[in-house]
C-alpha cells in the first residue's frame, strides 16, 4: 500500500489513521455517510446495463451497504476498497460468508496507489464521497490516472460527491467540491456525460448534504 502520510507546510497527516479512528470510535449508523439504501447509486449502476459478472470497483467504500444490494442483486465480480483496513473489516463481517468469495477486498491509497496498480480492468468505477477529499492537485491527478488505467474502454465511471453548494468540511477535514463540469474537465475527452443530478442526502444527524452525481462512460482511449 502507498503510505498514507500527506506533508503540507512541513506538517504531516495519516490519513489511514484518521479513517481507523473514525470507524472504530463511532457506531456504522452514526456516521455522517451512512445510507440505509444507496437508491441513487443503484439507479446508476442498474443504468448502466451490467452483466452480473461484470468487474465493479467500489474506490472508497468503507462499511458501505451498496456491497451487500449488489450481492442481493445477483453480481458476482466486486472489487473493494478503501485506506482503512477498519472500514473493510466492518464491511466484510457484515456480509454473508457465503458471498465473501465474491469480493475482493483491498486495502490502499488512492492517491499513492500500490497494489491497484496490478489490478485488473473494470466495467464500472464507483466513488460516493472520497474524491472530495483529495484537496491537492498531486492528489487529483493521482486519483484520475489511476481510474483511467483501471477503467476499460466502454466501461463507466460513477462520481457522488459534495456539489458546490454542499459542505465545506466532513469528518473534520476540508473537502474539494465538484460539478459535472469539473469532473468532465478531470475525466477528459474520453469520457462520455451519459445523466447526472443533484441529490440531497440527509446525514443519521438530520443535517442535509448536497451532493453531485454523475456517470459517465469511456469511450475511447
Not at 467500489?58 to 473493494?80: D, K, P, R, S
Not at 460516493?128 to 476499460?152: D, I, N, P, S, W
Not at 462520481?159 to 477528459?188: H, I, N, P, T
Request: aromatic fraction near 14%.
Amino acid at each position: 500500500m502507498g503510505t498514507p502520510f500527506f506533508s503540507e507546510d512541513g506538517q504531516t497527516f495519516d490519513f489511514g489513521e484518521h479513517w481507523n479512528k473514525a470507524y472504530q470510535k463511532t457506531p456504522l449508523k452514526d456516521l455522517g455517510w451512512f445510507e440505509e439504501q444507496p437508491l441513487p447509486t443503484l439507479e446508476l449502476i442498474d443504468a448502466c446495463g451490467l452483466s452480473k459478472d461484470a468487474c465493479i470497483f467500489h474506490a472508497g467504500a468503507g462499511a458501505t451497504t451498496l456491497i451487500g444490494e449488489l450481492l442481493h442483486q445477483g453480481y458476482t465480480n466486486l472489487i473493494v476498497n478503501d485506506i482503512a483496513a477498519a472500514a473493510l473489516t466492518a464491511l466484510k463481517n457484515d456480509l454473508p460468508f457465503y458471498k465473501k468469495a465474491q469480493v475482493r477486498f483491498v486495502v490502499d491509497d488512492l492517491t499513492q496507489p500500490s497494489a491497484l496498480l496490478d489490478s485488473k480492468q473494470v466495467d464500472c468505477w464507483h466513488d460516493r464521497a472520497v474524491l472530495h477529499f483529495f484537496t491537492e492537485e498531486y492528489q487529483q491527478q493521482a486519483y484520475f490516472g489511476l481510474l483511467k488505467h483501471m477503467v476499460k474502454t466502454g466501461g463507466y465511471v460513477l462520481l457522488s460527491e459534495f456539489s458546490l453548494e454542499g459542505a465545506a468540511k466532513c469528518c473534520g477535514l476540508e473537502v474539494f467540491r465538484y460539478d459535472v463540469g469539473m469532473f468532465q474537465e478531470r475525466l477528459g475527452p474520453s469520457f462520455t456525460l451519459l445523466k447526472s443530478f443533484q441529490h440531497t442526502y440527509i446525514q443519521p444527524s438530520g443535517q442535509p448534504r448536497p451532493y453531485i452525481y454523475a456517470l459517465f462512460q469511456r469511450t475511447d482511449d
